[in-house]
């Protein structure tokens, strides 16, 4: 039985030999597939580099492609803010992730502590990710580090039969 996508616990979305459906847009399926192999990704640390006091840098939307898997594998990262910034993901640029009606939630070092659950993101392939970086504080700082650690999922593609863990690539 697969496990939550979501789950409190950093475990990896489904077990070997388990199926999947990941969708775009809430509705849009992008396929069914078969998980021939997981494993856990080193962390990767990203430097938004210097940011102003109470500002977003001069080119506010950086795209990581460190991030990025080779075609037929799907990543599940967590975000752990190193320093003290505000991270809002886009995933693609105008798609932003953890949006209500009315607000945009960004990922910060306050929220990964109450619950890391709410800093996770999967990455499909190549599929784009934007992230917006925002000082918080009243003084400039020079370093904004943000470590990614997670999971690669090699997949397979197969017929959609249930039972599968459903998974959505983007934001809405």
């Known amino acids: 039985m697969g496990q939550d996508a979501f789950g409190w616990e950093f475990i990896p ?12 847009n809430d509705t849009d399926v992008l396929g069914h597939y078969r998980v021939k192999y997981i494993e856990p990704l080193p962390h990767k640390v990203h430097n938004f580099g210097a940011i102003n006091a109470e500002s977003n840098p001069a080119t506010a939307e950086v795209e990581v492609t460190d991030l990025y898997m080779p075609d037929g594998e799907l990543a599940c990262y967590q975000m752990i803010p190193l320093d003290d910034v505000e991270l809002t993901v886009g995933q693609p640029k105008a798609k932003k992730r953890y949006a209500t009606k009315n607000y945009v ?7 990964n502590q109450i619950g890391a659950v709410k800093t996770r993101i999967f990455v499909w392939e190549d599929e784009k990710v934007w992230f917006t970086p925002k000082n918080p504080t009243k003084y400039n700082r020079l370093m904004h580090r943000v470590m990614f650690h997670g999971w690669r999922l090699i997949l397979e593609k197969t017929t959609p ?6 998974i959505g690539i983007e934001g809405a």
Do not use: A, D, N, Q
């Open 161 to 166: 039969e249930p039972p599968y863990t459903t």
């Open 105 to 111: 939630h960004k990922v910060t070092p306050f929220v």
């Open 13 to 24: 979305p489904v077990r070997k030999g388990e199926k999947l459906e990941l969708i775009k």
